[in-house]
């Protein structure tokens, strides 16, 4: 009797780390990012924080998080988004079994597939409510923009794509495509067909960083030497020039 408690004991510790085990990493957090479990507790997200199969990875409306799984895959976030970490296995041993299905659920982001996608392509994928992403070795962003993100940033409501690297495959229920390299697509909620386009679509740019200013030409008046700075030491004829107001 004594064995068979020991054994149970031992199953259901083994159990336990397996579900607990991390699947990925937080490599950068910027502002107030969350994860919650099924339970509904909540932790913060910070630098080296893990996070774990079936969790909500939230940001905040000013937050970015950027996420190294184990399989070298990355997803960046971006403000006021969610995404649930809905299924995950990676072995190192045996990448081809893996397994990656994330859901979008609010906002955006931006992914690098990894060793995943490398082996197995089709066991690697992103999933809103309008439509499916799958890859093929990739690089791409994806937006989905709920009622109050379309009246906030006056875009439509739906959904959007688009590809830097690699390929997608969409799948909608009005249809498919395949997206190379610089090719986007767009649907409205309630639409019977989406767009493709080879401009990148406004929804897809809520959120990104905003550009850095372009610092001011400085004009330099130097004060002329009898010799024309013949013979001077550079410096002390640059240390004799000023900035023209």
């Known amino acids: ?91 190192e041993e045996r990448p081809e079994d893996g397994v990656a299905v994330f859901q979008l659920m609010r906002g955006g982001l931006r992914t690098i597939s990894g060793k995943i996608g490398k082996a197995n392509p089709d066991r690697y994928r992103f999933q809103t409510v309008l439509a499916t992403i799958g890859i093929r070795g990739t690089e791409y962003e994806i937006y989905l923009c709920d009622r109050r993100c379309s009246e906030k940033n006056k875009v439509i409501q739906g959904v959007a794509g688009g590809v830097d690297q690699g390929g997608i495959v969409i799948d909608t229920s009005v249809g498919g495509a395949d997206l190379d390299p610089g090719r986007y697509f767009e649907m409205e909620r309630g639409a019977t067909a989406f767009r493709l386009t080879d401009e990148r679509p406004a929804m897809l740019r809520i959120g990104d960083p905003e550009p850095e200013p372009k610092p001011e030409p400085v004009a330099i008046q130097c004060e002329e030497s009898s010799d024309g700075g013949q013979g001077q030491d550079p410096f002390q004829v640059w240390s004799d020039c000023k900035a023209r107001s």
């Open 1 to 91: 009797m004594l064995r068979i408690g020991v054994l149970l004991l031992t199953l259901a510790t083994s159990f336990n780390v397996f579900a607990d085990e991390a699947i990925g990493r937080v490599i950068l957090s910027l502002g107030e990012n969350h994860a919650e479990n099924l339970r509904g507790e909540t932790r913060t997200l910070k630098r080296d924080s893990i996070v774990f199969e079936k969790e909500r990875i939230l940001t905040s409306k000013r937050g970015r998080l950027h996420i190294r799984f184990n399989d070298g895959s990355t997803v960046n976030l971006k403000p006021d988004s969610k995404l649930q970490l809905s299924r995950y296995q990676y072995r």
